[in-house]
């Protein structure tokens, strides 16, 4: 009889393509209708404001940063003299 055992090839193999799905899913990104996205890479602006839709980031190059287009209505106490 023969010992099945999981050699070192393939758990090396599934631990890069984990890391390599997570890459992948964490460079996508969604900017929703009322938002727009600002991409910086490594620190400066590409272009003006993207969106709303999917974008695609160059993982450990790009940040985006989100910016709230909806106006934040406040009340206002009255002003007593």
Avoid: C, H, W
């Amino acid at each position: 009889m023969q010992a099945v055992g999981i050699g070192f090839g393939f758990v090396a193999f599934v631990v890069v393509v984990v890391v390599v799905v997570y890459v992948l899913i964490s460079a996508v990104k969604i900017v929703k209708e009322y938002e727009r996205g600002v991409i910086f890479r490594l620190g400066r602006v590409q272009g003006g404001p993207k969106g709303p839709g999917l974008f695609l980031l160059f993982p450990l190059a790009d940040n985006m940063v989100r910016v709230d287009l909806r106006t934040v209505t406040m009340d206002v106490p009255p002003r007593t003299s």
